[in-house]
C-alpha cells in the first residue's frame, strides 16, 4: 500500500451484538497490522456496546437537537453512545428514504456543531451519468449540502457512484480518479473517500489513484476475510 488510507466499513442495517463483537475481535489482530486507518458504520444499537478500539460511527442522524420525531436519534445521542463520525447523505438516505440536499447539509452543520465527523456521500445515478451531467450533479450535491459551511477542515467526502453500490459495477478507475479530481477541485485537500462494490481485487488499484484517499466499503466489510484483505492491501 502506498499510502495511508482511510477504510471505512458501512455496515448498513447488519449485525447483532454478538456478530459484531465477534467482528472485531477476529479482525483486531489484522486491523494491529494495516497502514489503514479503520473506521466502521454500525447500526446504532452497536454504538454503546461494542468493545473494540476500531472508531465507530452512525450511519445517519436527525438535524434537530431533541424534539417530536418519532424514531429519530440526534447527534448528542450518538455523541453519548461513543460515535465519533457519522455517514451523511448516503445514496440509501437519498433515494429510499428521500433525503433532500437542504436536509443533509443542516445535518452536516449539526454534526460539526456536535464534534461528530461528518462524511458526505455524493454521487450520481447511471441516467445523469450516461446523460453526461456527473460533473454538474457532483458540484450541485456539494455545494448544496455544505451551503453556509466555511471551514471544511472537518469533513470528508465519499463518491459513491449510486450504480455502482450495492450492484457489484465498480466504477472503471479512471472514472472515478477523474471524477474525485473533480471534487477536489472543490473541496481542496479534504480526504476522498470511493465507495460503491469495492472488493479485496479492486481496492488497490483504487488506492492507487491519486485522488483517492480512502474507501467506503459496504457489502465486503461485513465478512472479516473480505474486509481484512482490503485493509492490509492483500488482492487475492
Ligand atoms: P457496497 O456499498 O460496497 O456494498 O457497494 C457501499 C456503500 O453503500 O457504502
Redesign the pocket.
Known amino acids: 500500500m502506498v499510502k495511508s488510507p482511510l477504510i471505512v466499513g458501512?455496515w448498513?442495517m447488519h449485525k447483532t451484538s454478538r456478530e459484531a463483537q465477534n467482528f472485531c475481535e477476529t479482525i483486531a489482530p489484522q486491523i494491529a497490522q494495516s497502514q489503514a486507518t479503520v473506521y466502521l458504520a454500525v447500526p446504532f444499537t452497536l454504538l454503546p456496546t461494542l468493545e473494540t478500539s476500531i472508531i465507530l460511527g452512525a450511519q445517519n442522524m436527525h438535524d434537530e437537537p431533541k424534539g417530536a420525531f418519532t424514531g429519530e436519534i440526534s447527534a448528542h445521542m450518538l455523541k453519548d453512545a461513543g460515535a465519533q463520525f457519522v455517514?451523511l447523505g448516503?445514496?440509501?438516505r437519498r433515494h429510499v428514504f428521500g433525503e433532500t440536499d437542504r436536509f443533509i447539509n443542516r445535518k452536516v452543520k449539526r454534526a460539526l456543531a456536535e464534534g461528530i465527523e461528518p462524511i458526505l456521500?455524493i454521487g450520481e445515478t447511471l441516467e445523469q451519468r450516461e446523460s453526461g451531467h456527473t460533473h454538474e450533479v457532483l458540484k450541485d450535491q456539494l455545494l448544496s449540502s455544505l451551503e453556509g459551511i466555511d471551514d471544511y477542515s472537518k469533513i470528508l467526502i465519499?463518491y459513491?457512484p449510486v450504480w455502482?453500490?450495492?450492484?457489484?459495477k465498480v466504477a472503471h478507475v479512471d472514472d472515478a480518479q477523474s471524477a474525485h479530481a473533480f471534487i477536489r477541485g472543490l473541496v481542496g485537500d479534504r480526504p476522498i473517500l470511493y465507495?460503491?462494490?469495492?472488493?479485496p481485487d479492486n481496492a488497490q488499484n483504487l488506492l492507487q489513484q491519486p485522488d483517492i484517499d480512502g474507501l467506503?466499503?459496504?457489502?465486503?466489510?461485513l465478512e472479516v476475510e473480505s474486509f481484512s484483505q482490503i485493509i492490509n492491501g492483500k488482492n487475492p
Open positions: 458501512n448498513k455517514l448516503h445514496s440509501e456521500c465519499a459513491e455502482a453500490i450495492g450492484t457489484g465507495g460503491g462494490s469495492v472488493k467506503l466499503v459496504g457489502g465486503a466489510s
